[in-house]
């Protein structure tokens, strides 16, 4: 439904734009997505064509059709931020972030918009072990109070780490 949107759907995170640069086709398919999630949303709960639609979309526990778009295309662009550095469009994601007084392509305007960059956007590496691996930790929950603070004092006699919680 929404593939490609971070590309077509840039006019709508920018407010007050015209026709001229604010993407009238995107405001017209946002408006047509409307009427589908609106009939869905319907369709989910079972309401009457009367319900307000942001009572249906609540019930529906979906999010209005702009939200929902505003938040692909920026889970998109941070998506595009954390590419590796041995990436092809490495360079132009870089030169996007940067921004430009001329012509904006619609990734100079999603950098922009929410305001990303990728040089200091964190990415966290995954840990992966091997379906074997037994970790160095052991878990003990006592059963009642008194055999808590009867490990916690064996605990400390034997100069372990003790980790609470609630």
Same mark, same amino acid.
């Given at each position: 439904?929404?593939?490609?949107?971070?590309?077509?759907?840039?006019?709508?995170?920018?407010?007050? !734009?015209?026709?001229?640069?604010?993407?009238? &086709?995107?405001? =017209? /398919?946002?408006?047509?997505?409307? +009427?589908?999630?609106?009939?869905?949303?319907?369709?989910?709960?079972?309401?009457?064509?009367?319900?307000?639609?942001?009572?249906?979309?609540?019930?529906?526990?979906?999010?209005?059709?702009?939200?929902?778009?505003?938040?692909?295309?920026?889970?998109?662009?941070?998506?595009?931020?954390?590419?590796?550095?041995?990436?092809?469009?490495? !360079?132009?994601?870089?030169?996007?972030?940067? &921004?430009?007084? =001329? /012509?904006?392509?619609?990734?100079? +305007?999603?950098?922009?918009?929410?305001?990303?960059?990728?040089?200091?956007?964190?990415?966290?590496?995954?840990?992966?072990?091997?379906?074997?691996?037994?970790?160095?930790?052991?878990?003990?929950?006592?059963?009642?109070?008194?055999?808590?603070?009867?490990?916690?004092?064996?605990?400390?006699?034997?100069?372990?780490?003790?980790?609470?919680?609630?």
């Amino acid at each position: 439904m929404l593939y490609g949107a971070d590309i077509w759907c840039v006019g709508l995170l920018e407010r007050g !734009k015209g026709e001229k640069d604010g993407g009238w &086709g995107a405001r =017209g /398919f946002s408006k047509k997505m409307k +009427r589908v999630q609106r009939l869905s949303a319907l369709m989910i709960t079972g309401g009457m064509r009367s319900t307000a639609t942001d009572l249906l979309n609540a019930h529906a526990d979906l999010l209005p059709i702009q939200l929902q778009i505003r938040k692909h295309c920026h889970r998109e662009t941070l998506h595009m931020a954390r590419f590796h550095e041995s990436h092809p469009s490495q !360079k132009e994601l870089q030169s996007a972030s940067r &921004g430009r007084k =001329g /012509f904006r392509s619609p990734l100079h +305007r999603l950098f922009l918009a929410f305001k990303i960059n990728p040089k200091t956007t964190e990415t966290i590496e995954s840990v992966r072990h091997n379906t074997k691996w037994i970790p160095e930790v052991t878990t003990r929950i006592a059963r009642d109070k008194d055999e808590a603070v009867l490990e916690d004092m064996l605990a400390e006699e034997e100069d372990y780490v003790s980790l609470y919680s609630d």
